[in-house]
């Protein structure tokens, strides 16, 4: 749907098509608010539409480690304020994430970063890459979705979570408006298919990961 058709079916949900309870700014507001929500309680799965890659990134020295690491900004609007992989993108070699904790253990020769296998953490708001031989990172994340506007736009999320959005959308306005009975109504809704389509990934369609498979699996 395009953000002018939210816009409009919002209206009739809520029993307002004219505008006169709730202006269009505030459906938007709503919409835009909803989308946030709904992209921060699906599986990673239901958001393809947002997979990103942002190649090259330069990496720089490390202002208080120049032996062991550099550092680069990580993107702007990380959903989730999380990144899915890192790539050496001079090497081609994906990085591991390892725990701010454990930083000071990659000194240990082996658990050392090297161009073959490069190691990072993640922490205010930089990314910190071992060894320095590493100068330029690809970064592979899920972009925050851009926000709905009353035109012809359609929305950038999948059709499968419109739904959703519509739904959490309706909640915040019949909230807004005194009834929250309705409004629990419609955010159970939207909650209840999330659960579903969550649930649904898991047991069915989510890609098993390398070496998970027991030796009976699939009997």
């Not at 120049?66 to 994906?94: E, M």
Request: charged share 20%; proline share 3%.
């Amino acid at each position: 749907m395009t953000g002018a058709e939210m816009v409009s079916q919002l209206g009739l949900r809520v029993g307002d098509p004219a505008g006169t309870s709730f202006p269009v700014a505030v459906k938007l507001d709503a919409l835009n608010l909803a989308q946030h929500e709904v992209v921060n309680m699906v599986d990673n799965a239901y958001l393809r539409e947002l997979e990103t890659i942002e190649a090259a990134t330069a990496t720089n020295a490390h202002p208080n480690d120049t032996a062991f690491f550099r550092y680069a900004s990580l993107p702007a609007s990380l959903v989730r304020n999380g990144l899915i992989l890192v790539k050496d993108a001079v090497g081609g070699n994906f990085s591991v994430e390892v725990s701010v904790r454990d930083a000071k253990r990659t000194e240990n020769t082996y658990m050392a970063g090297s161009v073959a296998t490069p190691v990072h953490y993640i922490w205010g708001g930089n990314l910190y890459i071992k060894p320095v031989a590493v100068t330029s990172v690809d970064y592979w994340y899920l972009l925050q979705a851009t926000d709905l506007e009353n035109g012809s736009t359609a929305c950038v999320l999948n059709v499968a979570l419109q739904g959703i959005l519509m739904d959490f959308a309706e909640a915040m306005l019949w909230r807004m408006n005194g009834r929250p009975d309705l409004a629990e109504n419609a955010k159970q809704s939207g909650i209840q298919v999330i659960e579903i389509l969550n649930a649904r990934y898991d047991a069915w369609e989510k890609a098993a990961g390398i070496g998970t498979r027991g030796e009976n699996d699939g009997e």
